[in-house]
Nanobody, 124 residues
Framework: QVQLVESGGGLVQAGGSLRLSCAASGRTFSSSAMGWFRQAPGKEREFVAAISWGGGTRNYAASVKGRFTISRDNAKNTVYLQMNSLKPEDTAVYYC?????????????????WGQGTQVTVSS
């Protein structure tokens, strides 16, 4: 079993920044890739960013590339999502997820544990 707890969401004006954190416990954190997904009202959950087990490989959705940065601290069992230059269209519930494998994936089915989500709201 893996437990994931997100934090850091909130309300921010367009152009602002937020840093999301995801604390993991259970399965050996450093053996799994980690990802961030988001879901806006009425839309499907979509991939945002992923990072490999060692942090050497990262992948981003085109919509956030250059604005968001994913990182991890295996000593703290925590993964982060730094979000800069936020836009109203970034408004969503953001979910942290633990992958089945050590290598990154953009596919939801490759993630077997999910956090409860944290709300990010960007006002215009």
């Amino acid at each position: 079993q893996v437990q994931l707890v997100e934090s850091g969401g909130g309300l921010v004006q367009a152009g602002g920044s937020l840093r999301l954190s995801c604390a993991a416990s259970g399965r050996t954190f450093s053996s799994s890739a980690m990802g961030w997904f988001r879901q806006a009202p009425g839309k499907e959950r979509e991939f945002v960013a992923a990072i490999s087990w060692g942090g050497g490989t990262r992948n981003y959705a085109a919509s956030v590339k250059g604005r968001f940065t994913i990182s991890r601290d295996n000593a703290k069992n925590t993964v982060y999502l730094q979000m800069n230059s936020l836009k109203p269209e970034d408004t969503a519930v953001y979910y942290c997820a633990s992958a089945r494998l050590a290598t990154i994936s953009t596919t939801r089915l490759q993630y077997d544990y999910w956090g409860q989500g944290t709300q990010v709201t960007v006002s215009s």
